[in-house]
């Protein structure tokens, strides 16, 4: 079975391959009303009174089209097909030819604008939407996807397939040494070692340099020097009983407190 072109119904080349990047069931479709200069599309007044200026219930699919020319080069596309779900009639279809065919609605996150297009080049704008956000999110994924495709997101031609570098690994140059071969460091005066010193001039040096400081005094003195311990509690306070007057007792008439 050859190979229909989704956009305009006519067959395409029998070496044509066709991927579906996305694909669901029921998405709404709406007639919208002309974008609001500095606001957007609206999507609330997509669905206002009763949601009247919904026209049809559509299955939606991101199709990608791969044709080789005759040149050899192989050219790509990418439609946006909204069909009747119950036949796969076409409804309407847009060529993703430029990231501005799919705008989101600025007040909801699950509706899209789409600028469709007949066989005759005419244009319309409908409006999109998904009954859950996980949905939306997908589709918006898959697009993000055919703009790679397509070499918008490397910067290339639209609708030429980006070429992919290949280097073997037979062409990567060979850095090791070969037989005789030898490297030459030159470390800065940094890095250098220090050079030996001879007799002389270790005699020749000041024995003061060499000399240690002198120990630390123990005695202890006014201004300076190393403090003693403190002085522990003395036996005879350890060993002494406090009176009842010390306690604040008074001995009374009946002499000591016992």
Do not use: C
């Not at 940094?190 to 005094?217: N, V």
């Not at 003195?221 to 007792?249: E, H």
């Amino acid at each position: 079975m050859e190979p229909i072109d989704p956009a305009t119904g006519q067959p395409l080349p029998p070496d044509a391959i066709q991927r579906v990047l996305f694909i669901i069931g029921t998405v709404h479709v709406y007639n919208i009303p002309p974008l609001t200069p500095g606001r957007g599309h609206l999507a609330a007044t997509w669905t206002a009174e009763g949601n009247k200026r919904q026209i049809f219930t559509a299955r939606l699919r991101v199709l990608e089209t791969a044709i080789t020319q005759a040149t050899g080069e192989e050219e790509v596309k990418a439609d946006i097909i909204l069909e009747d779900p119950r036949n796969g009639q076409l409804f309407a279809a847009a060529p993703y030819r430029a990231a501005a065919v799919v705008e989101p609605a600025s007040d909801s996150s699950r509706f899209f604008a789409l600028r469709v297009q007949d066989e005759a080049g005419r244009k319309a704008t409908l409006g999109i939407g998904f009954e859950e956000r996980s949905d939306a999110f997908d589709f918006g994924v898959s697009l993000q996807e055919a703009q790679k495709t397509l070499g918008w997101a490397q910067g290339g031609p639209p609708g030429k397939k980006p070429v992919v570098e290949r280097k073997d690994s037979a062409e990567k140059r060979d850095l090791s040494l070969k037989e005789g071969e030898t490297i030459t460091v030159n470390l800065p005066a940094r890095f250098g070692r220090r050079k030996p010193q001879t007799g002389e001039e270790i005699s020749s040096t000041s024995l003061s340099s060499f000399s240690l400081p002198p120990p630390p005094s123990t005695t202890s003195s006014k201004g300076g020097g190393i403090l003693p311990p403190p002085p522990g509690p003395s036996t005879s306070s350890r060993a002494k009983r406090l009176s009842a007057a010390d306690l604040g007792f008074d001995d009374g008439k009946f002499g000591e407190f016992a």
